[in-house]
């Protein structure tokens, strides 16, 4: 039989074998075909107890058994490394400005063995891998026009023409098409080299990035971009809001223009005096997104809050603002109709009162009216009663 030690020892070697678990990928690299000047990612995500530690290696095609590891900020800082511990362990590599030289075989490791930085171990036990192929090609050579600068309210409004020409390819070409913002423009796919987008009667949300793209047979697409400029232009604001105080108010506007504009918000205080208005306060949030800003108010101060805003976006072409009046009412304000009835109610009940009591003594006079009346009477009784003694006598 085994001694309370033994057992203890193998009950912990029991528990030792059961909580830990070797390397184990769940998300693997994948080969990618890139130009050069373009940017790849790799993803790498491993699970094991304890979490196992990761590391990435680079071998020219040319050389696949001879494996150097990378760093964060190697090839002249283009290269960028970030790896994070938790429940798994996630590793992404990233490389920009890609060049010729990029290509090659990318190779995620993970280990959790305690063995694995011992020398003397061969590496191929104690570390697990995965690797990517990245084919880097010369990108295709395109002539694109230069950028354009609109003034739609110049009144001259004239067509401005968008040229794009694929002079040099190490592929065939297929397909061309034009984008604007990141999204395709309907009805541009030619098979053309030589292509054009025109812009008949340029106005403000006309403006923006445009794209020509050529895509090709066995090689990624190319593309070339052309910047349309123009000065934001506000096109939907709320020109008032009507809130309670201790209530929450939103208020925003949205601009057309591009480069997207910088935005302002600020508040009138004084005559042709405005104060800024930023996150600082724990009251105003302010959002701003492209071509789109938000400010929202919290709990609202009747002396303080209501008044004139002003949102403002600029970017290098110009600036345009608009203004939002706020108004904020007191939490009585939905009793003043009732308030407003009540005193009138009022005001007729004194004016009855003060009637009565104008009319009171003319009515007392109307109540003695009977008492006059018996008087007379006995009066003319006193007078009969006289002629009769006469007569008498």
Not at 134 to 158: H, M, Y
Not at 243 to 248: F, I, R, S
Not at 365 to 387: G, Q, Y
Request: with cysteine; net charge neutral; charged share 25%.
């Amino acid at each position: 039989m085994l001694s309370y030690t033994g057992m203890l020892a193998l009950l912990l070697a029991m528990l030792t074998y059961v909580s830990s678990q070797n390397a184990g990928f769940v998300k693997s690299p994948m080969s990618e075909i890139k130009l050069t000047g373009d940017a790849f990612e790799l993803y790498c995500d491993v699970v094991g107890n304890p979490v196992p530690e990761i590391q990435w290696w680079y071998a020219d095609i040319n050389r696949a058994d001879s494996f150097k590891q990378l760093w964060d900020g190697a090839r002249k800082r283009r290269v960028s490394i970030n790896t994070a511990y938790g429940a798994n362990g996630v590793s992404v590599l990233a490389i920009s400005r890609l060049t010729l030289e990029d290509a090659g075989i990318y190779e995620c490791r993970a280990s959790n063995d305690p063995r694995r930085n011992d020398l003397r171990q061969n590496p191929a036990i104690t570390w697990i891998r995965t690797q990517a192929t990245i084919s880097v090609l010369q990108k295709p050579r395109i002539n694109a026009s230069d950028q354009e600068i609109l003034q739609p309210k110049s009144g001259q409004e004239l067509p401005i023409t968008l040229q794009c020409n694929l002079t040099n390819s190490h592929s065939t070409h297929r397909e061309t098409f034009w984008m604007k913002n990141g999204q395709e423009i309907s009805n541009t796919r030619t098979e053309h080299k030589h292509t054009e987008f025109k812009l008949s009667k340029p106005r403000t949300d006309d403006s923006g990035e445009y794209m020509c793209v050529y895509t090709f047979k066995s090689a990624p697409n190319a593309n070339a971009s052309i910047e349309v400029k123009a000065a934001p232009e506000i096109l939907g604001h709320k020109r008032s809001e009507n809130k309670k105080e201790g209530e929450n108010a939103t208020l925003y506007c949205k601009s057309v223009g591009y480069p997207h504009p910088m935005w302002l918000w600020r508040k009138k205080v004084g005559r042709g005096s405005y104060i800024d208005i930023d996150n600082s306060t724990g009251r105003f949030f302010l959002i701003n997104k492209d071509n789109f800003t938000e400010l929202s108010i919290i709990s609202l101060d009747i002396s303080t809050d209501p008044g004139e805003y002003v949102c403002n976006a600029s970017n290098i072409i110009g600036s345009k603002e608009s203004m939002t009046i706020l108004r904020v009412r007191s939490h009585l304000a939905p009793l003043w109709p009732f308030l407003g009835v009540l005193a009138e109610i009022i005001i007729l009940v004194v004016i009855i009162v003060v009637y009565e009591k104008r009319n009171r003594p003319d009515e007392v006079l109307d109540d003695d009216e009977p008492v006059a009346t018996l008087k007379t009477n006995s009066t003319n009784n006193h007078k009969d009663k006289n002629v009769r003694q006469r007569n008498a006598n």
